[in-house]
T-cell receptor, first 112, second 112 residues
Framework: DGGITQSPKYLFRKEGQNVTLSCEQN?????MYWYRQDPGQGLRLIYY???????QKGDIAEGYSVSREKKESFPLTVTSAQKNPTAFYLC???????????FGDGTRLSIL | KQEVTQIPAALSVPEGENLVLNCSFT??????LQWFRQDPGKGLTSLLL?????REQTSGRLNASLDKSSGRSTLYIAASQPGDSATYLC???????????FGKGTKLSVKP
């Protein structure tokens, strides 16, 4: 079945540590997105990529980095510069702008 | 700046009732509007997508309408069931790059 796979489901970060969240899709979608969800808030866009080897900052990119070396993969690194990383992270993809975005099941990141 | 508001924040209804969830947006220049469902600790499931040129979309017991001029969308759920209990999110598409702006959601509880 086609879909978006996020791993791990739960992740714990120590002080000063960088962690990487994985997002893989087999939908052959061009565009991929990373969102952050905090309790009581809507989703906020971190980074997005319209095509391989190209990506743009979203509304809250500080403290995060991404890469898009393959069409099917869009990993997100939460760096030590992100001082409040505890949140639910969601990856999404879509084919064309008039088509719906499809989401993975998310990764919950917590601080040790 | 586009802002999306969902009212009410929470709603509790008895099983079998028809209900309406509301979504409003401040900038009518949208490409489309998408309604999602989110179960606790899970990702988002796309329910309906309405293009800016459309007035409504239907899927089973769900009907979504769009009035761009007034900046409003509604999600109508007919004959609600306990399995409909979830948080419902609406999001508008800003720009051709496909970036969604989300509301904070309406948490629906359908009591047996």
């Amino acid at each position: 079945d086609g879909g978006i796979t996020q791993s791990p489901k739960y992740l714990f970060r120590k002080e000063g540590q960088n962690v990487t969240l994985s997002c893989e899709q087999n939908l052959n979608h061009d565009a991929m997105y990373w969102y952050r969800q905090d309790p009581g808030q809507g989703l906020r866009l971190i980074y997005y990529s319209q095509i391989v080897n190209d990506f743009q900052k979203g509304d809250i990119a500080e403290g995060y980095s991404v890469s898009r070396e393959k069409k099917e993969s869009f990993p997100l690194t939460v760096t030590s510069a992100q001082k409040n990383p505890t949140a639910f992270y969601l990856c999404a993809s879509r084919q064309r702008e008039w088509q719906p975005q499809h989401f993975g099941d998310g990764t919950r990141l917590s601080i040790l | 700046k586009q802002e999306v508001t969902q009212i009410p924040a929470a709603l509790s209804v008895p099983e079998g009732e028809n209900l309406v969830l509301n979504c409003s947006f401040t900038d009518s220049a949208i490409y489309n509007l998408q309604w999602f469902r989110q179960d606790p600790g899970k990702g988002l499931t796309s329910l309906l997508l309405i293009q800016s040129s459309q007035r409504e979309q239907t899927s089973g017991r769900l009907n979504a309408s769009l009035d761009k001029s007034s900046g409003r969308s509604t999600l109508y759920i007919a004959a609600s069931q306990p399995g409909d209990s979830a948080t419902y999110l609406c999001a508008v598409l800003r720009g051709s790059q496909g970036n969604l702006i989300f509301g904070k959601g309406t948490k629906l509880s359908v009591k047996p």
